[in-house]
């Protein structure tokens, strides 16, 4: 049978295949743009032409759907499929690069060679292989996002070139854009057209309040049930509000086709460990899925009920170790540079002023460096201790292992007091670290941890089944998976598939907040089932190849609406119902009278872009390109090669943020640190903050992290507002380690401790007098230090920066301290268990003084506050800037400063 091909799909097989060119396409939702792509790429795959393609997805989701295309593709041609993902380890990173077609998002690519540049010459060398890269829905990528994936793609295409390749970059995208057309350096653009059919229109009034208009679209699920609806789709703005809905309009259990039971089933490992034993399982069977089980799980030490040893990794506990005391120890420090060793009673308001600022441990840790202290340079001593400590502590671990007992560690303490810590900090210490050590799977069995322990821990199906090795077990349970009676029997459930109220129709949810092991294959489920209700957020709004009949959704950005839209009618001569539910009544009122039956889909787009208009950004930042300076600048001459292309001044910025040593945080989407959840899921911090008490948070783990929370996601969604979450300004100033400011036109950075605490200081008139008896020459400087204390604070400042004056708009980077206030009255420091402050390390941030009414109405005239790359804070005294984006800051700074400053 022949398939004749789209018209533009057929210009992209000519375009690709044949004049071998890049390619720029513009295609809407259902016009068959995958295949338009992976059809001639692969013919080259096939015939020797090319030998490595790397396909890029802006979402996990849209990666996970086109897998299963490409896999296709794969099997016919002959091909293997590799990923590249977080947490890859250098031999899987090597393993998916030696695949003919590699698929990822462009987030993980960012991350490995931004991270790993200066010794992942593999990585590196895998990437200057592939000889076509594809972006795919590349409209999701806007202002500074954008500005990362062209530098990122500029550094690949160099790095390319030195070793003989010069390969093609293709763009698929919904809208047309000049910033994305560069990406493929003079693509040829084709225009397709999708195959989507009519869609029926019908709005929803405004309703007072946001939950109720959504309380509304779930009525209107029972509606269509009613009227035959097959497939429909309801999608919410709010993850959590989706959540909430599908816990509270669904239940269970639910008659599922077995092939679903199957590929998405779950079973409870304490009942699967009952039901072997029952089934007559082999022992060994057992205890090799108890192993795997235990392997996986999340245990420190302090939650071991017993005594036993166990063996630990030196070089971890090291660092846990080391990060503890720098986190202390960055609290001291400017509270150092601020007191004057000069003063009678110095030593007694240094210990008060840690007494403050300080949490226990800070305390500790003040209190026996205070031991050995005289009147000298306090900071460098205090380093040079800490360092000489570490140090100490490193000649006694100096085995790559190292015997623990748990579940209190006493090595740990030993180990501390040895270098000369006193017992109170050791104990301290070492109680943090068997907070956050892991425990080995063979602990967890010796230590009596069994099923007990984790028996509410749910096992995927198909887990369960690799994890078998013995044949006559394995055939067993292979027979047990060909019967529903029987996976009714073992308890079996989906939990992300439950039954709408009453009914028998399954209900499928899905959404960004969900691990990525949970979301797996479910649109795929959903498509599957005869009749089914999906519900979900915008994580379904972009190239997922499902169809429905009925769409229900909340109005949203333009842009996002059309890509909803996008996912109905999406078969040929078909007619798919939209129920939109406004929440703006002018838009209500505009819609109703402009919605006429003559509007064909490209005249309904532009109305709806125009009514809803999209999202705003930052177009460029020259931080942002300073900090990919930085990144080229590690790479020999092709760095050097891409830094000539730099604006003059981009590399002025850049070298004086080398000498400044400031370091920013990764992320190609977003360098703000999130709150992980226990299932995976992360939460913007100012909101998950609002929500999660002290008690409930962890250190981080990861760059990515501000903490990890003792909480799951479906807990977290039921939880009351309690806290207003604002920026600490004494102490985030305090901890300040840099200021960006202008002289002459050009930037400059000054850093020390505390630096913008010394800048506000030199606003006061004690400090304005200082100054004047300084340039008089009328007193010596010590006689003036010890006159002003101030004045020790003044000359850390660049000279530059005290001819500024005042000024109301102070651009500073380092850690940013997070106060909460409750809303019944009371605040208190953000901090985890242990009473350690939570901080958004390495932050670029603005702090804008004067009347905030006034600010607010200024930068709202400039068009700055609903920029997506930042986050405007009115909460406090002040306006506090934070960047989602690195550069996002500086940026701002520089579009608004001289029309409202």
Known sequence: MKIKPFTHQAEAFNVVAKKRQSLYMIAGTASGKTLAMGLPLFHLLKTGQISKVLFMYPTLALLDDQRRVMEKLARLTNMQVGEIKGGMSRSEITSALNKQVILATPDA???????????????????????????????????????????????????????????????????????LHALTTNGIRVDGKSKCGAVGLELLSPQEKIFEGREKMAEKVDHYLTTGAKKILLVYNSAAATHRLFNKETRKPIDLPLHILQKHGQVKWGKLYDEMMRFGFAEETRAEIAKIVYENATVVCEQISQRVIDKQRSADLMERVSTLLQQQTETILPLCANVDTTAPRWKRDLRKA??????????????????????????????????????????????????????????????????????????????????????????????????????????????????????????????LLQDVASLTELGVQIPAIKAWKESDVPVVIYSGKMAKAERKGLIAAFDALDRAILISTSAVEVGVDFDADVLITEQCAGPDLLQRFGRIGRRANTQGIVSLQLHDH????????????????????????????PRQYLSASRLQDASHWLINAQIGRVGEALNADFDPTVAQLAQQVRVAQLNFPFGLRSSLPQITLRNGASVE????????????????????????????YNEFIYQKVEWDILIDWSRTVAASRAIFFQHDNQWRITTGNGIVDDYLQS???????????????????????????????????????????????????????????????????????????????????????????????????????????????????????LEKVVGACFQFVEEVYHNVA
């Not at 202002?143 to 530098?151: D, I, P």
């Not at 050995?372 to 006694?396: A, F, N, P, R, Y």
């Not at 402009?594 to 005249?603: C, F, S, V």
């Not at 651009?811 to 909460?820: H, K, M, N």
């Open 763 to 881: 606003l006061s008139p004690q400090a304005s007098l200082a100054m004047q008896i300084w340039e008089s020459g009328a007193i010596e400087k010590t006689q003036l230090m010890a006159q002003f204390p101030i004045f020790k604070r003044l000359m850390r400042l660049d000279p530059a920066l005290l001819e500024k004056g005042s000024a109301n708009w102070l651009l500073g980077y380092g850690d940013v301290y997070l106060q909460r206030q409750h809303r019944e009255g009371g605040s208190l420091p953000v901090s985890d268990r242990f009473e350690t402050p939570l901080t958004l390390p390495d932050q670029t941030w603005l702090l804008i003084l004067g009347d905030k009414t006034n600010i607010l109405r200024q930068l709202e005239d400039a068009d700055m506050l609903e920029r997506e790359e930042i986050i405007v804070s009115d909460k406090g005294n002040h306006i506090v800037v």
């Open 685 to 712: 911090p100012f909101y998950g903050l609002s929500i999660i008490p002290n008690e409930k948070l962890n250190l981080a783990q990861s760059p990515f992290e501000a903490a990890q929370a003792a909480m799951y």
């Open 354 to 479: 840690v007494g403050e600022k300080c949490t226990k441990l800070g305390q500790l840790l003040w209190h026996d460096f205070a031991q050995m202290i005289g009147e000298k340079d306090l900071q460098t001593s205090l380093v040079q201790w800490l360092h000489d400590s570490l140090s100490g502590l490193e000649d006694i671990w100096d085995d790559m292992w190292i015997q623990m007992t748990l579940p209190n560690l006493p090595e740990v303490e030993d180990a501390l007091e040895m270098v000369g810590f006193s017992t109170n900090l050791s104990q301290a210490i070492t109680k943090q670290v068997a907070a956050t050590s892991p425990v080995s799977s063979n602990i967890l069995l010796q230590a009596g941890q069994t099923v007990k322990k984790l028996r509410g821990r749910a096992l995927p199906l198909d887990w369960i089944t690799n994890s078998i090795t013995d044949p006559d077990d394995k055939e067993y349970w292979l027979d």
């Open 109 to 179: 690519i960012y991350w490995f060679f931004r991270k790993n540049v200066k010794y992942s010459h593999l990585f590196i060398y895998g990437l200057a292989q592939v000889d076509a890269f594809v972006i795919d829905e590349a409209h999701l990528f806007n202002g500074l996002v954008l500005r990362n994936l062209t530098h990122l793609k500029n550094r690949i295409q160099n790095l390319a070139r030195q070793f003989g390749h010069d390969p093609h970059w293709h763009v698929l995208t919904a809208t047309p854009h000049d910033r």
């Open 586 to 613: 002018a838009a209500f009122e505009t819609l109703q009278s402009q919605l006429t039956a003559q509007l064909d889909r490209e005249q309904f787009s532009a109305l709806i872009t125009t009514i809803f208009p």
